[in-house]
């Protein structure tokens, strides 16, 4: 049975202050592992998507890595804009579908 | 394109009653899929389609939920009858999986709450 985790549970960081998220995660075959970003009363939104280790995507302040066990969102230079719930998830091999994690609640504060 | 729509946003019924979610994919997507997030659990799969066709309903809690696609541009999730505990916010997506196209795109949710 896959299985995602995520670590912290939750994460206050002040303005400028970098952090890094972490997704470990246990599935027979990686097909891919997904990163969204999900703000209070709206669904998720999709950030990147990692398919081998070694694997890097970056989007503004976010960056993405990938490993056999793990991935890590790195937050440079945070902005309170940043502030939401970041999911991970992972697609099996012969799957179709989505195994999400329970998320990292990010408050940046000004 | 709109994104994926899910209607009604918000939902408040009392126990016993019948509740429908309503849902329409991106056009051109293939699968469709129906997620219920809740603190304790956080998202989890209920159902989903490829090409209008149920798949995998095992995460269907119990006989009570239904779902349907009709066709290639509506889905419906049926609650019959509700219970306090099916309160949660529910979430329909939607993808193409193809090569390099992997990734899900999720509706705004349905808030439901059964009192």
């Known amino acids: 049975e896959d299985q995602v985790t995520q670590s912290p549970e939750a994460l206050r960081l002040q303005e400028g202050e970098s952090s890094s998220l972490n997704c470990s995660y246990t599935?027979?075959?990686?097909?891919?592992l997904f990163w969204y970003r999900q703000d209070p009363g709206k669904g998720p939104e999709f950030l990147f998507t990692?398919?081998?280790a070694g694997e890097e995507k970056e989007k503004e302040r976010l960056k993405a890595t990938l490993t056999k066990k793990e991935s890590f969102l790195h937050i440079t230079a945070p902005k309170p804009e940043d502030s939401a719930t970041y999911l991970c998830?992972?697609?099996?091999?012969?799957?179709?579908?989505?195994?999400f994690g329970k998320g990292t609640m990010l408050l940046v504060s000004p | 394109d709109a994104g994926v729509i899910q209607s009604p946003r918000h939902e408040v019924t009392e126990m016993g009653q019948e509740v429908t979610l309503r849902c329409k994919p991106i056009s051109g997507h293939d699968y469709l899929f129906w997620y219920r997030q809740t603190m304790m659990r956080g998202l989890e799969l209920l159902i989903y389609?490829?090409?209008?066709?149920?798949?995998?309903d095992s995460g269907m809690p119990e006989d009570r939920f239904s779902a349907k696609m009709p066709n290639a541009s509506f889905s419906t999730l049926k609650i019959q009858p509700s219970e306090p505990r099916d309160s949660a916010v529910y979430f329909c997506a939607s993808s193409f999986l193809g090569v390099g196209n992997t990734e899900a795109f999720f509706g705004q949710g349905t808030r439901l709450t059964v009192v």
């Open positions: 998830a992972v697609r099996d091999s012969g799957y179709s579908t989505l195994t």
């Open positions: 990692l398919y081998s």
């Open positions: 599935v027979s075959g990686l097909r891919g």
């Open positions: 389609f490829n090409n209008n066709v149920p798949i995998d």
